[in-house]
């Protein structure tokens, strides 16, 4: 079974933001289930419809639409040498269910402190065209309003990136997702690295990892 990576870590670590990194370096394609949830939504699907509530409120979708949705991902030809993971697994159900459906190689946890990341997610925006991730203040674009990968002059902002929903998402990463942490460290399979420093030098170390 080809071997997939996991990026670990609560919501703004810059999970997102190191993908494109990963991605080059290693050829396995970026699987966010966030991304794909969002898509769902965008495109008025049932499975958006059940997800948008959770979402919106920043509880995490039940398990089973999860699972069923990564079952679905990996069928596809670009996930047969293994994939990039980024928000999947966020719970220890997740997880359970991913080690019978492909063979997670490493889990790279990207650690910030709580107190970082209400600013994080609060000042964060994206390509409306390819999804680049900048910061208003950590990682603004270039040239302001213009995307520094395409060239594209729309931003978008998410409607859960706010302070309320934010702490619900923290909260579930907390009390869901952390405990996963030791569930991979008994596989061997956590690697941890300091995400509270700069874009660069978090791409160094994961670099470094890989
Ligand atoms: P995640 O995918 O883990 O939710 P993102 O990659 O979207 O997180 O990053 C959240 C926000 O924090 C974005 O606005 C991004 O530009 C910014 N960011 C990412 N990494 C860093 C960093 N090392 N220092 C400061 N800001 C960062
Ligand atoms: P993210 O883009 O990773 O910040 O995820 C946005 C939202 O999508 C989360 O707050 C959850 O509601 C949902 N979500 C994304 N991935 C998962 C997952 N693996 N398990 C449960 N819910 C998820």
């Known amino acids: 079974m080809a071997s997939s990576i996991v990026l670990f870590g609560p919501p703004g670590a810059g999970k997102g933001t190191q993908a494109g990194n990963i991605v080059a370096i290693t050829g396995k394609p970026q699987v966010s289930t966030g991304d794909m949830l969002r ?22 979708v039940p398990d089973e639409v999860i699972i069923g949705l990564i079952e ?21 159900a997740q997880a359970e269910a991913l080690s019978e459906i492909a063979d997670v190689s490493v889990v790279i946890a990207i650690e910030v402190p709580d107190s970082r990341i209400v600013a994080r997610i609060c000042g964060r925006y994206t390509c409306a065209n390819c999804d680049a991730v900048y910061h208003d203040t950590f990682n603004p674009t270039q040239t302001s309003g213009i995307c520094d ?3 594209h002059s729309e931003m978008k902002r998410r409607a859960d990136d706010n ?23 008994h596989r061997d399979l956590f690697v941890a690295v300091d995400g509270d420093q700069d874009i660069d030098k978090v791409s160094q170390l994961i670099s470094a990892v890989l």
């Open 149 to 151: 990968h395409c060239g």
């Open 72 to 92: 679905e991902r990996l069928t596809q030809s670009d996930a047969s040498d293994g994939v990039l993971f980024d928000g999947f697994p966020r719970t220890i």
């Open 39 to 60: 898509a769902a939504l965008a495109a008025g699907t049932a499975l958006g419809h059940e997800a948008k509530g959770y979402m919106e409120s920043g509880q995490l």
């Open 163 to 185: 302070e309320e929903t934010v702490r619900t998402r923290l909260a579930a990463y907390h009390a869901q997702t952390a405990p996963l942490a030791d569930w991979y460290r």
